[in-house]
T-cell receptor, first 115, second 114 residues
Framework: KNQVEQSPQSLIILEGKNCTLQ??????????LRWYKQDTGRGPVSLTI?????NTKSNGRYTATLDADTKQSSLHITASQLSDSASYIC??????????????FGAGTQVVVTP | DTEVTQTPKHLVMGMTNKKSLKCEQH?????MYWYKQKAKKPPELMFV???????INESVPSRFSPECPNSSLLNLHLHALQPEDSALYLC?????????????FGPGTRLLVL
């Protein structure tokens, strides 16, 4: 079972509208959580990174929140633009000395912004 | 320079070909990774080079072989691939700062095996 679950699987929104993506995780012990944006056929680009002690982090129109008690994170996109169309991936980092399995990836939420 | 570069961007190869994917970073990171990503799926870790030590995902077939000529370069040698190996191959590097490790991904090589 995947230890990082994202919802919804896909999302279509009108340009200019806001949207919120969800990420629930079960990995433990937890080090940090990051959101990546991945355009089709391109490498993921980091949007935000939060340690367990942080509740919110913003990067322009992207705002991520983290509740380490409930193991939930969200990514809010404000005033969406056509260029926001991409896959948004939640990645949780596990505290371990082993390089293997240190990062747990969610399956991503595919966002399509329409004019 | 916070960039990981990968070449080529696209590659089409036959099942009998031998090719190599290249990855380079100049951030002084001591860990580098190869991932395979199929469409609409999360990246799957294939290999990790961390402080000159190689870790292998045992599910990766031997037709993929990594090579780390130096701490800035990571190659992935491909031989006798199968059509199901067609995917986006991502390279990443990372460094731990203040207890937080951040991975930087390259743009990827889109591979098509015919």
């Amino acid at each position: 079972k995947n230890q990082v679950e994202q919802s919804p699987q896909s999302l279509i929104i009108l340009e200019g509208k806001n949207c919120t993506l969800q990420c629930n995780y079960t990995v433990s012990p937890f080090s940090n959580l990051r959101w990546y944006k991945q355009d089709t056929g391109r490498g993921p680009v980091s949007l935000t990174i939060m340690t367990f002690s942080e509740n919110t982090k913003s990067n322009g129109r992207y705002t991520a929140t983290l509740d380490a008690d409930t193991k939930q994170s969200s990514l809010h996109i404000t005033a969406s633009q056509l260029s926001d169309s991409a896959s948004y991936i939640c990645v949780v980092s596990v505290v371990t000395t082993d390089s293997w399995g240190k990062l747990q990836f969610g399956a991503g939420t595919q966002v399509v912004v329409t004019p | 320079d916070t960039e990981v570069t990968q070449t080529p961007k696209h590659l089409v190869m036959g099942m009998t070909n031998k090719k190599s994917l290249k990855c380079e970073q100049h951030m002084g990171h001591r860990a580098m990774y190869w991932y395979k990503q199929k469409a609409k799926k999360p990246p799957e870790l294939m290999f990790v080079y961390s402080y000159e030590k190689l870790s292998i995902n045992e599910s990766v077939p031997s037709r993929f072989s990594p090579e780390c000529p130096n701490s800035s370069l990571l190659n992935l040698h491909l031989h006798a691939l199968q059509p199901e190996d067609s995917a986006l191959y991502l390279c990443a590097s990372s460094q731990e700062t203040g207890g937080v490790e951040t991975q930087y991904f390259g743009p990827g090589t889109r591979l098509l095996v015919l």
